[in-house]
């Protein structure tokens, strides 16, 4: 008996910087989750995979990571995706860094 389909999203790292990145519905990378395009279908999600196998010049490593949708957009249900949202482990840089000037 097949495994019904959970949601996904796609996700990567920037080739050139190394963040962790996420694809929107109208094909681009943002570094945002909430942007990233909720795949509720197996035939979508083998697709979007597809194009990602074109973009190996911006993106390496992409995936299908599970998600739920939230108030703002998908979040991730492992872990591991929960983690790279919030950028770089060494504080100062990345993601971590823009929040710590916006709160200054």
């Given at each position: 008996m097949a495994r019904s389909f959970t949601p996904k999203?796609?996700?990567?790292?920037?080739?050139?910087?190394?963040?962790?990145?996420?694809?929107?519905?109208?094909?681009?990378?943002?570094?945002?989750?909430?942007?990233?395009?909720?795949?509720?279908?197996?035939?979508t999600a083998e697709l979007r995979m597809i194009d990602t196998e074109t973009q190996a010049h911006l993106v390496a490593g992409a995936y299908l990571a599970d998600a739920v949708m939230g108030e703002k957009g998908p979040k991730p249900i492992h872990f591991r995706e929960?983690?790279?949202?919030r950028g770089p482990s060494n504080y100062a840089h990345g993601k971590q860094a823009e929040k710590v000037e916006k709160n200054v």
């Open positions: 999203v796609v996700t990567a790292n920037r080739l050139i910087q190394g963040d962790t990145v996420w694809l929107t519905a109208n094909g681009y990378w943002s570094s945002d989750i909430c942007e990233a395009e909720f795949i509720t279908d197996a035939g929960d983690f790279r949202t």
